[in-house]
């Protein structure tokens, strides 16, 4: 299995998954710690990706999502976004609702 049918297998078989520079227990950036803040917040259960132990897994993850930066929110395998649009969907509650419906 490439890396890049990797990446899809596990966005496909995780109903939440973040990939983020560290982990959930470790985040090694503000914008990856911000994300598991809100993920902590919602008590979401999701599969963390440290991209920083590969760096082809953030070339690959770039190409199939075609969204440049990290982290990288997944639900139901459709691309939620990154950082700044998890805090505006968090903020408008939007968010919940999302993961209301992961794994459905």
Known sequence: ??????IQDDIKSNSVIV??????????CGFS???????NMHGVEY?????LEDPEIRVQLSAF????TIPQLFVNG???????I?????????????FANAGK
Do not use: R
Request: hydrophobic share 40%; charged share 20%.
């Open 19 to 28: 990939y983020m520079k560290g982990t959930k227990l470790m985040p090694m």
């Open 47 to 51: 599969k963390d990706v440290n991209v």
């Open 1 to 6: 299995m490439t890396l890049s049918e990797q």
């Open 33 to 39: 710690s911000t994300m598991v803040n809100i993920m």
């Open 86 to 98: 998890a805090i505006e969907l968090h903020n408008s509650g939007e968010l919940e609702k999302i």
């Open 65 to 68: 999502s075609n969204w440049p």
């Open 78 to 84: 459709e691309l939620v976004g990154g950082c700044d």
